[in-house]
């Protein structure tokens, strides 16, 4: 299952509306799967078939990253993908734009740098020539809410703020190496295609039942047996799920 190591915990009534359940995979991909109840249908590695709400804690970390993360450069990565993705499944064709090739790909750097510190938890250093600092549980919250960054007594990080300035990070260095990557939209017409908790190491995102991106491929609409393949794949690079569209 889902990586679930407690985050630091909020104050009660969560005062300064930090985000505690922060979704891996983003509600909107998770809602492009959605029954018209709204549930997601669920495949579970321990061949278990659950019906879920898109907010359900198998989607989520606790607190994996800071909130300047999560309400902001990912937030902006995933509308600008999100939007992309809508104009396609309504059905726009022809070439994507050199921004839209970038936007694809710092949103699958996005999905791999998160998958890596679920698998991977980041080892924090002791910063140098920064003394930390005895906060009260509010002061920390209000810098945090404020995307403001702190040193602990202990002269670290907290490793939720260490980890969004990690993943920005990467995401800058792989957006630099990869600023030639181009993507192909790969159409499936009746919706089969299945999504897996994770990206693995293939450059391809499923984005929609109907929409593969897949890197350096052409666009064209995939036939059955690739409809299979891809599936296939999903499956085999799953950690935990994979989830189904509507039949």
């Known amino acids: 299952m889902l990586h679930r190591k407690r985050g630091e915990r909020t104050q009660k009534g969560n005062p300064h509306q930090l985000t505690r359940e922060q979704h891996v995979l983003p509600v909107a991909t998770l809602n492009r799967f959605a029954h018209p109840d709204g549930l997601v249908e669920v495949h579970l590695r321990d061949n278990r078939t659950v019906k879920l709400l898109v907010d359900n804690q198998l989607f989520c970390v606790d607190r994996m990253w800071d909130q300047r993360a999560e309400a902001g450069y990912m937030k902006k990565i995933e509308d600008n993908f999100q939007a992309l993705v809508t104009d396609l499944e309504d059905g726009r064709v022809g070439p994507l734009s050199p921004t839209e090739h970038q936007a694809i790909t710092r949103f699958w750097s996005l999905l791999h740098w998160r998958n890596h510190f679920i698998e991977s938890p980041a080892d924090v250093p002791v910063l140098k020539g920064i003394a930390g600092e005895n906060l009260t549980i509010d002061q920390r919250e209000i810098l945090e809410s404020q995307w403001a960054a702190f040193a ?14 990690r993943i920005q990070m990467l ?10 990557k181009r993507w192909g939209v790969l159409r499936s017409p009746e919706g089969q295609l299945i999504l897996s908790d994770r990206p693995g190491r293939l450059m391809s995102i499923t984005a929609s039942p109907k929409i593969l991106l897949a890197a350096d491929n052409p666009d064209g609409d995939l036939t059955p047996a690739e409809i299979y393949y891809a599936n ?15 039949r």
């Open 232 to 246: 296939g794949v999903a499956i085999a690079r799953s950690r935990s799920f994979v989830i189904v569209p509507p």
């Open 171 to 180: 995401i800058d260095i792989d957006a630099i190496q990869t600023q030639e």
């Open 152 to 165: 602990d007594a202990d002269n670290k990080l907290p490793t939720r703020m260490f980890v969004g300035m």
